[in-house]
């Protein structure tokens, strides 16, 4: 059971307790299903559950690479003394690269005005900078495209000749990896494969093809080449529909009952009525909003785990409480509230949140606001995959 503070009675009124263990379960089992080494996402402070922390773990369960957007991100990681292979791809072209690149992040360029500013930084930096080229495959929402392809490919060559970057990689993001037979699949190995051949009669040797991400690395074995990209699936939600890879959801988010009040039956409660009870009931406060994760998108449709049992949230999310219909349970203030957690006792998941908000499980994890703090439990195992690469 999540207890929440660990049973300390001045702990936060809600927390997010991320299990490390999990995660790195979660890791050995990704790096078992591939021949290709295995890249970490750790961008949007891993998804919510915190950048070190994740970062470490997935590092020492047999992650040969870390994968972040921004250069916030990958000189946090630097910072901090994280030292293993690390990708940063989400930039403006104006950036100052001299940085990042200082400290051996690996940068992605999608475009020619990237790849210059990219070069413009190792010239200051008076280093090589490593880049992996990116192509749209199909997804058209960053990448060059057929037209722009050669030219940036003969201006990676050009740089190289220079010394200012080695092109160390060519990658592509994938549109429809979590669609089960989707034929845009093959198309993207198409496009992808075509573009490689483009860049190696250009001059370049990449070392690196990457393209799968958590769904592909699942079940997509022939996307797979030289680097996976595991996200959502470190966290252990599922990538794809229907089928189980024996992932272990790592975050439980809880809170405690600060109120209840026993109230009859017809009771309007929030704006306008929007909920009234059916019959005489009690209502639970319970001290999280929007502000801390719950989206106020699932009004009408959230539910929590109190007492044993699934109970419906009565009226809106506010910015920093619900309040709960818990009907006859014998609930009392301080009592255990579960927002999502593994599922495993009945409690909703992040799964369940994201379809009553209608998103994605990445929304409801990275919507989990700062003032929540989050709790680690350790990793409880010393196995090893023996493909790691420890830093820090």
Same mark, same amino acid.
């Given at each position: 059971?999540?207890? !929440?503070?660990?049973?300390? /009675?001045?702990?936060?009124?809600?927390?997010?307790?991320? *299990?490390?263990?999990?995660?790195?379960?979660?890791? +050995?089992?990704?790096?078992?299903?591939?021949?290709?080494?295995?890249?970490?996402?750790?961008?949007?402070?891993?998804?919510?559950?915190?950048?070190?922390?994740?970062? +470490?773990?997935?590092?020492?369960?047999?992650?040969?690479?870390?994968?972040?957007?921004?250069?916030?991100?990958?000189?946090?990681?630097? *910072?901090?003394?994280?030292?293993?292979?690390?990708?940063?791809?989400?930039?403006?072209?104006?950036?100052?690269?001299?940085?990042?690149?200082?400290?051996?992040?690996?940068?992605?360029?999608?475009?020619?005005?990237?790849?210059?500013?990219?070069?413009?930084?190792?010239?200051?930096?008076?280093?090589? =900078?490593?880049?992996?080229?990116?192509?749209?495959?199909?997804?058209?929402?960053?990448?060059?495209?057929?037209?722009?392809?050669?030219?940036?490919?003969?201006?990676?060559?050009?740089?190289?000749?220079?010394?200012?970057?080695?092109? %160390?990689?060519?990658?592509?993001?994938?549109?429809?990896?979590?669609?089960?037979?989707? +034929?845009?699949?093959?198309?993207?190995?198409? %496009?992808?494969?075509?573009?490689?051949?483009?860049?190696?009669?250009?001059?370049?040797?990449?070392?690196?093809?990457?393209?799968?991400?958590?769904?592909?690395?699942?079940?997509? /074995?022939?996307?797979?080449?030289?680097?996976?990209?595991?996200?959502?699936?470190?966290?252990?939600?599922?990538?794809?529909?229907?089928? =189980?890879?024996? !992932?272990? /959801?790592?975050?439980?988010?809880?809170?405690?009952?600060?109120?209840?009040?026993?109230?009859?039956?017809?009771?309007?409660?929030?704006?306008?009525?929007?909920?009234?009870?059916?019959?005489?009931?009690?209502?639970?406060?319970?001290?999280?909003?929007?502000?801390?994760?719950? @989206?106020?998108?699932?009004?009408?449709?959230?539910?929590?785990?109190?007492?044993?049992? &699934?109970?419906?949230?009565?009226?809106?999310?506010?910015?920093? &409480?619900?309040?709960?219909?818990?009907?006859?349970?014998?609930?009392?203030?301080?009592?255990?509230?579960?927002?999502?957690?593994?599922?495993?006792?009945?409690? @909703?998941?992040?799964?369940?949140?994201?379809?009553?908000?209608?998103?994605?499980?990445?929304?409801?994890?990275?919507?989990?606001?700062?003032?929540? /703090?989050?709790?680690?439990?350790?990793?409880?195992?010393? %196995?090893?995959?023996?493909?790691?690469?420890?830093?820090?």
């Amino acid at each position: 059971m999540i207890e !929440l503070g660990g049973g300390d /009675p001045s702990a936060p009124l809600a927390e997010a307790v991320v *299990d490390l263990d999990a995660i790195a379960q979660n890791t +050995r089992l990704l790096a078992g299903r591939t021949g290709a080494a295995l890249l970490a996402v750790v961008k949007a402070d891993a998804f919510g559950h915190g950048l070190l922390p994740v970062a +470490r773990t997935v590092l020492a369960a047999g992650a040969g690479w870390l994968g972040v957007t921004s250069r916030a991100e990958a000189m946090a990681l630097r *910072d901090a003394g994280v030292t293993a292979p690390l990708l940063s791809w989400l930039h403006a072209p104006d950036e100052d690269f001299a940085p990042v690149v200082a400290a051996g992040v690996d940068l992605s360029a999608a475009s020619t005005p990237h790849l210059a500013g990219i070069a413009a930084g190792a010239r200051r930096a008076r280093t090589r =900078a490593n880049v992996h080229l990116k192509v749209d495959t199909g997804l058209a929402r960053n990448g060059a495209g057929d037209g722009d392809w050669p030219e940036l490919v003969r201006r990676a060559r050009a740089f190289e000749t220079a010394g200012l970057l080695r092109v %160390r990689g060519v990658w592509s993001h994938l549109a429809t990896a979590e669609v089960p037979g989707d +034929r845009g699949v093959a198309e993207q190995l198409r %496009r992808l494969e075509r573009a490689l051949a483009l860049a190696r009669a250009g001059g370049l040797a990449p070392d690196l093809v990457h393209l799968a991400n958590s769904a592909a690395l699942v079940g997509l /074995p022939r996307t797979h080449f030289d680097l996976v990209r595991a996200g959502i699936a470190l966290y252990g939600v599922e990538p794809l529909p229907g089928q =189980a890879a024996g !992932l272990r /959801p790592a975050m439980t988010l809880c809170s405690r009952v600060i109120l209840t009040r026993r109230v009859p039956a017809g009771t309007g409660v929030s704006y306008g009525h929007d909920y009234v009870t059916r019959a005489a009931s009690t209502l639970a406060l319970v001290p999280l909003g929007f502000a801390d994760g719950v @989206p106020r998108a699932a009004t009408g449709r959230g539910r929590v785990w109190i007492a044993g049992r &699934q109970c419906p949230i009565a009226g809106r999310v506010t910015m920093d &409480q619900i309040v709960v219909d818990v009907g006859d349970l014998p609930v009392r203030t301080g009592d255990e509230v579960l927002l999502f957690g593994s599922g495993d006792r009945g409690e @909703p998941t992040v799964g369940d949140w994201a379809r009553w908000a209608g998103t994605n499980p990445h929304e409801i994890f990275t919507g989990v606001g700062a003032r929540v /703090p989050r709790r680690y439990l350790p990793v409880r195992t010393a %196995r090893r995959s023996g493909r790691e690469r420890v830093s820090a």
